[in-house]
Each structure stands twice: as structure tokens, then as C-alpha cells.
């Protein structure tokens, strides 16, 4: 077995904006693992707010390649790495040599039957016109996502609503509020049709919401990033998004969604951004999630090759074997 991490940087199409941050490149890292005749492919784009970025992934993964070169297999490798994501990247590309060296997929290795699915696309925070005008742009996606921080959020949305009448709505506030901007700003989501307000507090302020009965979905992003933390904070939310990113690939994600199934929450998939490659294993998530956010690659200003279909109405194709699993 030979272990090749690499580090892929892919400019966006235009800065993207959300609470406290901008992006203007997916820097990712990719994992290529190879045993001569099959090779399977992974890539992390890493937890910003965790103080991942693509050396430290680089640097986590090239302290492994000896173990993974002498075996180490899924369960292995999660005692070697912290949930993030490098053990995202490879976690993955273990997946997609499995599938290969089976000359089978993931969906038969999971005994899944995939269907097609229907992604959001996501609206960075700009000036109220100009997120409008950005809807009106995506008209040909009926579910749409936007970033909101403490700054008018409603005088934007507002203005989404009026120019998208037809179009579902989310909003991500990526720990922006606190609780009394909640309580202020809810009941207005709830008159604009909002299907879900998505990590409005703090990560660690989740004990604010006790007694808190939101007229909105509440979504946990930041404050779930793996199983430990969804035993802390389940209590207090109804959606839970899981991103492979944060628990640290498909094996842990797939875990995350039993627990959270379990409990009768509803189920949302992310992205970090980064390219077809890390949005491939994410869909496998999305076959349980009511909200699909797998539109990362859409950003990119080029995908890697053979990246995912996304067609009309932000339908998204299975992927490809060529690309993975």
C-alpha cells in the first residue's frame, strides 16, 4: 500500500462571504492510497473555526502514512487522527479502495439503493440588493440557503423573500445571535416562510436555548461536529447537520445519522466547500437528510475531473464511479 497526501487549492468564482469569515479558495487536501492495481481518492477541506487549514491537515496525514502503508484500516485510523478534516480525506479514500478492490460500490457495500438529490444553493451575506439580485439569478434552484449575521438580518431576508416568493429558505447564522437576537429575530422567520434557522448561537451557548420553544426549526452545525458532542446538545435542537469535515469522514458520519435518526431528529448534510470529490461521499449522507447542502463544488472556478452533475432545479446526479465510491 502507498499513501500520496497532496495539497489542491481551487479559487472560487467570487468571494464568499458568512458570519466572521470570507473565502475566496477551497484549499483542500487530498488522499490518494494505491496497492498497485486499485486506488482509492479522499479530500478535507478541514474546520476553519477549529483552527484546521490545509498545512495542518497535510501535517496530520503524513503522520499516519507509515501505519496506513502497514494495514491500518476505517476503525484503525480514528484511533491515529482527531475527528477533522484529514481523517475525513482518508477515511474516504479507504471507502473508495474498498469499493474498487471489490469491484463493487459503496452503495452495495451499504446495501443502499441511491436516488438523485436535490441540493440548496447557498447566498453569501452582501447588501440586501445584492443577495436579492443573486436569488432572482438562481431562480432555477427551488431551495435556497442564506448566510446571516447580527447585521439587518431580516431587511435581508426581506428582500430575498420579495424577489423569491416560490423558493424554500433556510438561513445559516453560523453562530452569529445570541439568544436575545433569537427571540427577536424568530418570530419574523417564521412570517417570511423560513424552514429552518441553522446554528443561531454560539458553539459551547447551547444551554441558552433550555425552555426556548423557537417558531422555526432550530439546526445544530457548529455546536454537533460529532457523535460526543451530539450527546451534549441534541436536547436542544430538532435538525442536526452533519458535515464529514467536522466528524471526520463517511464512518463517523454514518454513525452521527443513526444517533440522530434515533432520536427522531431531522437530518441535514453540509459542506466545508472544496470540490466534487468531497461533496461525492457527502451524498451518501444526504439519502437521509430532508435538507441537502451539497453545493460546495458550485463555487469553485473549476471542479476536479469527473466531478458531480448538477442539473435543473439543483437536482445533483449520483456520482460517478470514476469520481468515487
Known sequence: MKMQVEQVSYP??????????????????????????????????????????QQSMAEQLESVVSAVESGAGRQDVR???????????????????????????????????????????????????????????????????????EDAPIERLEAIRAARPDAALVIDVNQGWSIEELREYAPATQRLGIAMIEQPLKRGDDEALEGYVSPVPLGADESCLHAEDYERVARYYSVINIKLDKCGGLTQGLELAKL?????????????????????????????????????????????ENGLD????????????????
Not at 469569515?21 to 478541514?46: C, H, K, P
Not at 478492490?101 to 444553493?121: D, E, F, Y
Not at 451575506?125 to 434552484?141: C, F, G, K, N
Open 260 to 304: 440522530a435518526q434515533r432520536d427522531g431528529k431531522t437530518l441535514m448534510v453540509g459542506n466545508m466547500t472544496g470540490s466534487s470529490l468531497s461533496m461525492a461521499p457527502a451524498f451518501v449522507i444526504g439519502q437521509f437528510c430532508q435538507f441537502v447542502d451539497i453545493d460546495g463544488a458550485l463555487f469553485l472556478s473549476r471542479d476536479i
Open 79 to 149: 484511533d491515529l487522527l482527531p475527528a477533522g478534516g484529514a481523517l475525513n480525506a482518508l477515511d474516504c479514500a479507504l471507502w473508495d479502495l474498498e469499493a474498487k478492490r471489490g469491484g463493487t460500490s459503496v452503495w452495495q457495500l451499504l446495501n443502499m439503493q441511491p436516488k438523485p438529490l436535490t441540493t440548496v444553493c447557498t447566498i453569501g451575506i452582501d447588501t440586501p440588493e445584492v443577495m436579492a439580485d443573486l436569488a432572482r439569478q438562481h431562480s432555477r434552484y427551488p431551495n435556497l440557503k442564506i448566510k446571516l449575521s
Open 310 to 325: 448538477y442539473g435543473e432545479g439543483g437536482v445533483v446526479a449520483v456520482p460517478s464511479p470514476a469520481l468515487w465510491g
Open 12 to 53: 472560487l468564482v467570487r468571494p464568499f462571504a458568512i458570519t466572521g469569515y470570507r473565502f475566496e479558495a477551497a484549499n483542500t487536501v487530498q488522499v490518494r492510497l494505491s496497492d498497485g492495481e486499485y486506488s482509492g481518492r479522499g479530500e478535507g477541506m478541514g474546520v476553519y473555526y477549529q483552527g484546521e487549514n
